[in-house]
């Protein structure tokens, strides 16, 4: 036998993760492959635990694992059936990621001024009749309870998940939402120390909604980036820290 070379291991890696972990784990790249395919049944426990060479109770935990990944769920008669996660899941997931990561307002805050001007501008481009009379009615609503803080931290970030919708593109979705929900729902304090905010945000949303439903991608663009830049001003003006981590709220 050769010597073994310096830095080399003797045997392999060992996977330490429970079995109903490795059955998760096996399933989830038969999904992502595509060799198992969104909308079909997923084999029975039986069937699995044959596949697979563990016991039945093993590959119950693990497709519990995936029922809470949403990538199968209930179908008819009770049996799984292979589902993608919704965009909302994944949103929600990765809004509650990026508290525990304690992220800031600028950090966020920059990089939604990347996302946004470019998604108003795709709007503009790809919006349906229906998408731009979704984004107007959600001004006309917001114009109407100004008075109402939760609502318009609520509208707000409806707003935004329209314009990203009439973009046409879910990768842009996906990006957005996360950032978006984070970054708008701190805004709690805004409203009540900036006054002036609440109006500055509904004429912002009226000229965007308005560019977007005339096609016009270059004044889209123009008003969604200066919409999130007095977004920033607000809070310079509040006197908000922008540096600190975001507030843990639901």
Do not use: C
């Amino acid at each position: 036998m050769q010597d073994q070379q310096e830095g080399q291991p003797i045997l392999g890696q060992i996977d330490k993760d429970p079995g109903y972990i490795r059955v998760a784990k096996a399933i989830e790249a038969e999904i992502v492959a595509g060799r198992l395919k969104v909308g079909e049944l997923l084999p029975t426990e039986a069937e699995l635990s044959g596949l697979l060479g563990v016991n039945r109770s093993t590959v119950r935990e693990g497709i519990r694992a995936l029922e809470n990944a949403a990538l199968v769920r209930r179908g008819d008669g009770k049996r799984l059936v292979i589902s993608a996660p919704e965009p909302h899941v994944i949103t929600k997931v990765n809004t509650r990621a990026m508290r525990m990561m304690r992220v800031s307002f600028l950090e966020l805050w920059e990089v939604q001024m990347k996302l946004e001007p470019f998604a108003a501008q795709l709007a503009a481009e790809h919006r349906t009749s229906d998408q731009a009379d979704a984004l107007q009615a959600n001004v006309a609503e917001l114009k109407a309870n100004l008075d109402d803080d939760d609502f318009i931290i609520r509208s707000d970030v409806e707003f935004h998940r329209l314009i990203s919708e009439a973009g046409g593109n879910p990768v842009l979705s996906l990006a957005t939402a996360p950032v978006g929900q984070l970054l708008y729902s701190a805004t709690v304090d805004l409203y009540a120390r900036v006054p002036q905010a609440r109006h500055r945000l509904a004429a912002a949303h009226e000229a965007i909604a308005r560019a977007i439903a005339d096609g016009d991608a270059h004044e889209s663009e123009r008003w969604a980036a200066r919409h999130i830049q007095d977004f920033k001003r607000g809070y310079e003006v509040g006197g908000f820290d922008m540096t600190a981590p975001l507030p843990m709220r639901d």
